[in-house]
């Protein structure tokens, strides 16, 4: 479970996660966002500010294959990572096999998405990681709370003030700086959603 503020780079952290993971055990690894289209514009095709695309964090020499339809990549290994988006309905990954789990932006989406996958991988002795940005008193804020009193769970919380740039040739800045925090307020953002 790793709540952490927007622009901390959850997503990427949770996909190189999954790569590590997809060498050490063979299967299905699923990415999921709330709707397809997120997940393509935010991951398929998206670009950081440094103009890197996201999906190159896959090195070319272990890609076997990719579909651009289904957003799907199968590795040299035999695993299979794929971006899914959980508003086309839960019923058709019911019966598939998944060893890992990724959900991004989990408190937008269904709950039901988790309580349909947890028995396959629990079954699997597979894992499941949650990144998103907190958004209120919801199911992701409960799911939070338990997480961080279940010590079967790993439990981060990131704020603006926890996050630095990395030390290659940055000064160790924010990631988010105060002046720009400043400049939200003075604009009328929401104090919760700063």
């Known amino acids: 479970m790793c709540c952490w503020h927007r622009r901390a780079g959850k997503d990427k952290c949770g996909l190189n996660l999954f790569i590590r993971e997809m060498f050490k055990r063979k299967g299905q690894y699923y990415h999921l966002f709330p709707t397809a289209r997120q997940a393509r514009k935010a991951i398929w095709d998206g670009i950081d ?26 590795l040299t290994n035999g695993s299979i990572y794929q971006l899914v988006g959980t508003d086309m309905g839960l019923d058709w990954l019911v019966g598939t096999n998944p060893v890992g789990l990724l959900f991004s932006e989990y408190p937008i989406m269904s709950p039901k998405a988790w309580d349909f996958l947890r028995p396959i991988i629990r079954e699997n002795d597979g894992i499941a990681l949650f990144v998103y940005t907190p958004r209120g008193q919801n199911h992701g804020h409960r799911m939070f709370e338990m997480a961080q009193n279940n010590d079967q769970w790993f439990c981060s919380k990131l704020t603006v003030e926890d996050t630095r740039r990395d030390s290659d040739g940055e000064d160790g800045s924010r990631v988010v700086s105060a002046d720009d925090l400043e400049e939200e307020r003075r604009e009328g953002m929401d104090e919760q959603m700063i």
Do not use: A, Q, R, W
Not at 54 to 74: G, L
């Open 49 to 74: 500010k440094d103009g890197l695309k996201v999906m190159d964090h896959f090195p070319k020499e272990v890609i076997v294959s990719k579909n651009e339809t289904d957003m799907k990549i199968t």
